[in-house]
C-alpha cells in the first residue's frame, strides 16, 4: 500500500506502522459515520497512533466542518496528519490552511456532483424513464422502465374499480384483508424479502393515487408521460381521483354529532397540557369516550397528583353544559353548540375554568345586561372575569374539580353531582342469580314446602353468582338504583368471601366506598 510505503519511507524518523489498516471501502467520505474512522478514532484516544498518514485529505472527509472536528480531536491527543500525494501535515499554520483550501474543493466537488445526478435523474424522468425505488403493485422491473406483472394487475384494476363501488378506503381495505390480498413481494440485491404484507389504510391511499398505474412518471410535481404501459385507463384512473377528492371534502366538511367529542383541541390539564379524545369498550361492548392528556399517551407520569389525566368525554361536556344552562337561563343547550361558545376549557387542580366567546355568549340589543343577568346567577366560589390574554372573551371560574376514578366521574364540591349510573354487569348478575336460585329451587322466594326440592349449584360460578341473590334487600335495591360503592362490580363479589350476615354484608359492602 502507498500509506504503508509511506511510513516506511520513514523510518530513519522513528515511524513504525502499526498493523492495524483503517478502511472505508464502499463507505462515502460525506460521512463520518464509518467503521474504519470510528476504530481509528477510538485508538487514537486510546494514545495507540502518533500520526495519521492517508492517501488523499478528501479520503478521511469531505466536509470542512467534520475535518475541523477531526483535527481538534487530533491535536488533543498530539497526532499529526499527512497525506501522501499532498505534501503537507496538520502541524503547521501553513499546513492546515492548505488543508482547509482543498477540504474546501473536495466539499465543493461532492456538492457539484450531488446536483449532476439530480439534474441526471430529472433529465431521465423526463423522458419517462423508471428510475429505481420501490416496485409498486403490478410491475416488474426491466432495466430503465417497468413491464406488467398481468395476475398483479388484475389486483390493481380490481382495487379501481371496488373503490368507485365502495366509495370507502375503510371498507375496501377490510375487503382486501379477508380476501388475502397482498402488498408487492420480491427480493433486494441483498437477498432480503420486502413486501407481501396486508395492505394498510395508508398503501391503499398512495395504490390509488400512483399515476404509475396511469402510464406517468412524476417528478417534483411535474408529470411526464411513461416509457411503460399504463394497468388502469386515464377514465377508471381520473373517476377515482374525483372520488378521493369528493370524500375528503365531506368528511372535512361533514357536521359535527352529536356523539363526537365537541371539546376537541379546547380542553387542557392542570400542567396545560393539551387532552384529547379516546375512547374504549367495556365488557358488553358499550364504547366509552374519554378525553387523555397527552403525557398519559405517551405513558409518562403526571407531574403532580393534582393533575387530572383522564376524564369522562361525556361527564365534562354534560358539567358544562349544565353549567351554561343555569347561568344562561336556558332549558337545554346542544353539546355541538359549545364550540361556538367556547375557546378553551382548563381542569386545575381545585377549579374548572372555561373561557368563553363574550360575543357568542352575551348577544342582544343590550350585550351588557345579558352579562350582568349571567353573574348575578353566580354560585358563591364562582366568579367571571375580564380575559386579558383573548379579545373579546371571559372566564368562567367554577370551584369543581372533575376527576376519573374507580371508573367513574365524580366532581368535588359540586352542587350538581354526577348522576347514579347503574352498572350494567351488577344487574345482569344479579337476575341471573335469581333465576338460576329459582331453577334450582333454592331461592329465598320458594315456598318453604318446595324448599326440599332444592338443589344445590353445579359448578363454581353458579355458586359464586349466587351470592348475589343473597344480599341484603337494601344492598340489591342499591345495586338496581346504580348507587352502589363506585370500585364495587361483578367480578369482585364473584371473587371475594361475601359474609352471609346482613349487618356484615353492609359492613363489607360499604367498605368499597371509603377512600
Known amino acids: 500500500m502507498t500509506c504503508e510505503a509511506y511510513v516506511l519511507s520513514q523510518a530513519g524518523e522513528g515511524w513504525v506502522p502499526i498493523k492495524t489498516a483503517y478502511d472505508d471501502g464502499g463507505f462515502s467520505g460525506g460521512s463520518i459515520e464509518r467503521p474504519g474512522l470510528k476504530t481509528l478514532l477510538a485508538d487514537i484516544e486510546a494514545g495507540r497512533i502518533d500520526v495519521v498518514v ?30 501522501v500525494t499532498q505534501a503537507f501535515n496538520t502541524t503547521s ?26 439534474d441526471k435523474i430529472a433529465a431521465s424522468k423526463a423522458k419517462g424513464m423508471w428510475m429505481g425505488g420501490m416496485l409498486s403493485l403490478g410491475y416488474d422491473a426491466a432495466g430503465r422502465t417497468l413491464t406488467v ?11 379501481f374499480e371496488r373503490y368507485l363501488e365502495l366509495g370507502s378506503v375503510n371498507i375496501l381495505a377490510r375487503e382486501l384483508e379477508q380476501q388475502g390480498v ?35 412518471i412524476v417528478h417534483k410535481q411535474m408529470i411526464f408521460p411513461g416509457l411503460h404501459p399504463p394497468i388502469v385507463s386515464a377514465e377508471l384512473f381520473d373517476a377515482v381521483a374525483a372520488k378521493l377528492v369528493e370524500n375528503h ?11 363526537a367529542s365537541v ?29 387523555i392528556s397527552m403525557p398519559l399517551q405517551v405513558g409518562k407520569a403526571a407531574p403532580s397528583a393534582d393533575v387530572i389525566r383522564r376524564v369522562s368525554a361525556p361527564a365534562v361536556e354534560g358539567y358544562i353544559v349544565a353549567q351554561l344552562c343555569r347561568l ?17 376549557v382548563e381542569l386545575r387542580a381545585t377549579e374548572t375554568h372555561v373561557v368563553l366567546d363574550a360575543d357568542e355568549l352575551f348577544v342582544g340589543e343590550h350585550p351588557e345586561l345579558a352579562r350582568q343577568a349571567f353573574e348575578r346567577l353566580l354560585r358563591p366560589g364562582e366568579q367571571l372575569l375580564t380575559e386579558p390574554a383573548l379579545a373579546n372573551a371571559v372566564r368562567l371560574v367554577l370551584p369543581q374539580r372533575l376527576q376519573l376514578r374507580g371508573g367513574r366521574t365524580w366532581i368535588n364540591g359540586s352542587q350538581d353531582p ?57 344492598l340489591q335495591q342499591l345495586i338496581m338504583c346504580g348507587t352502589q360503592p363506585a370500585r364495587l362490580n361483578l367480578r369482585t363479589i364473584l371473587k371475594s368471601k361475601v359474609p352471609l350476615a346482613w349487618a356484615d354484608q353492609r359492613e363489607w359492602f360499604n367498605a368499597f366506598g371509603r377512600s
Not at 344562561?328 to 378553551?344: M, Q, S, T, Y
Open 418 to 474: 354526577a348522576p347514579a349510573r347503574a352498572s350494567p354487569g351488577l344487574l345482569q348478575g344479579l337476575k341471573a342469580a335469581h333465576a338460576e336460585l329459582v331453577s334450582l329451587k333454592a331461592s329465598p322466594m320458594t315456598p318453604k314446602d318446595q324448599l326440599i326440592e332444592a338443589t344445590a349449584p353445579a359448578n363454581l360460578h353458579q355458586r359464586q353468582l349466587s351470592r348475589l341473590a343473597f344480599l341484603a334487600p337494601d
Open 54 to 83: 492517508v492517501y488523499k485529505v478528501d479520503r478521511l472527509t469531505r466536509s470542512l466542518t467534520d475535518f475541523a472536528k477531526i483535527v481538534d480531536r487530533f491535536d488533543a491527543k498530539g497526532v499529526s496528519f499527512v497525506s
Open 149 to 159: 406483472n398481468e395476475p398483479e394487475a388484475r389486483i390493481v384494476r380490481h382495487i
Open 249 to 259: 371534502h365531506q368528511h372535512r366538511e361533514r357536521p359535527t354529532r352529536a356523539g
Open 182 to 216: 397482498r402488498s408487492k413481494a420480491w427480493v433486494s440485491l441483498e437477498g432480503k424479502p420486502i413486501g407481501g404484507c396486508t395492505i394498510s389504510r395508508g398503501s391503499l391511499f398512495h395504490l390509488l393515487r400512483n399515476r404509475l398505474y396511469r402510464g406517468e
Open 328 to 344: 344562561l337561563g336556558r332549558d337545554e343547550i346542544a353539546p355541538v353548540d359549545l364550540k361556538a361558545w367556547i375557546r378553551r
Open 93 to 118: 499554520s501553513m499546513g492546515r490552511l492548505t488543508l482547509n483550501v482543498l477540504l474546501s474543493f473536495a466539499q465543493f466537488e461532492r456538492e457539484v456532483t450531488g446536483e449532476r445526478i439530480r
Open 263 to 291: 371539546l376537541t383541541g379546547l380542553l387542557y390539564d392542570a400542567s396545560g397540557q393539551l387532552m384529547s379524545p379516546s375512547f374504549g369498550y367495556g365488557r358488553h361492548g358499550g364504547r366509552y369516550r374519554y378525553y
